[in-house]
């Protein structure tokens, strides 16, 4: 029986395991905190992050890496963005160079700048890094609702065994070579979403979150091709498939982190009230140095960031933006999807 371990059991992680449980593998799921991991036990479910789904028996909660880990033949890392380096230094005594690392989490990490398989790679250089990423609410997986992701990576034949791990009769898993675009894809589109948040929350209709999420692809697409990524993957489901979803559901934390700071909560409060990791705030300040380092425009990031670090006036900065100056549309777009990509 294949076995595969989870490490992280957030929401993302318990709707994972869960899945993967359900095709009858043997899931290892791990979490720092024992109480967490002591309530699965007892409960077999997750009433912190996950409630009102139950957690099959094949899957073993766990606080401790090391038997966690042993005979896994697939890692899932299901940790917020900026725990990832930590997490694989936990984990570096305990994996061996044949097990495969597949990543869920959608971020870059401060400071370096470095996409998150690109962290894992330093820390663990000797295991193969895959990223699974797409439009996907933990809740919808975890019950079952259709949905559609990718898995990316180095190896085609690897990427296909993944799919094949992955896949059941709701979870349908595409295959994409581009990891840079899938990875600049899941974590854009968090600072998007912020702002989608925000225009719900200070009233404004489905013109201005329409205009948001379209400019918004393109700030995308325009930061990836200075970093490397193709244009089709945000045409596809990393890119504007995870975009639409995470801008229109009250499932996405950071929408509903910019609904509040629409409504004039500060910052801190926001934080507060939604309880968990909301990885569009960390991924705007990065995304904006990363802009201003290679002079790439990115007027809605730079706006959202003045929001989140500057203490800007929201209404203010919507101002600002409708007024900037006048462009073609049709040029812009030709100068990023058909000129200059490899």
Known sequence: MLKIAVIGAGSWGTAIASSL????????????????????????????????ITIDENIYPTVNLEEALIDAEV???????????????????????DQIIVNLAKGLEADTYL?????????????????????SHAEEVAKGIPTTVVVS??????????????????????????????????????IIALGAGMSDGLGYGDNSKAALMTRGIVEISRLGKVLGAKSES????????????????????????GILLGEGMPLQDVL?????VVEGI????????ISNLYHCDMPITTAIYKVLYENADVKEVVRD?????????????????????K
């Not at 720092?32 to 309530?39: A, L, M, Q, V």
């Not at 960390?282 to 140095?289: D, F, H, L, S, W």
């Open 21 to 52: 449980g359900k095709k009858g593998y043997e899931v290892s799921l791990w979490h720092r905190r024992e109480e967490i991991i002591n309530n699965i036990k007892e409960k077999r479910e997750n009433t912190k992050y996950l409630p009102g």
């Open 282 to 289: 960390n991924a705007t300040k990065i995304a904006y140095q």
């Open 272 to 276: 507060k009230e939604i309880g968990m």
């Open 321 to 341: 933006m409708m007024t900037r100056k006048k462009k073609n549309e049709i040029e812009e777009i030709n100068s990023l999807y058909y000129h200059g990509w």
């Open 75 to 97: 890692i899932v890392l299901a940790v917020s963005s900026q725990a990832v380096r930590n997490v694989c230094e936990s984990l570096e005594p305990y994996v061996n160079s």
């Open 153 to 190: 990576g180095e190896s085609r034949e690897k990427s296909e065994y993944l799919q094949e791990v992955f896949s059941t009769d709701t979870f349908r898993v595409y295959t994409n070579p581009d990891i840079v675009g899938v990875e600049l894809g899941g974590a854009l589109k968090n």
């Open 234 to 257: 945000f045409a596809g489901l990393t890119g504007i498939g995870d975009l639409i979803v995470t801008c229109t559901s009250m499932h996405s934390r950071n929408r509903r982190a």
């Open 115 to 135: 996409r998150l398989s690109q962290v894992i790679n330093e820390v663990l250089p000797y295991n193969e890094v895959y990223v699974l990423s797409g439009p």
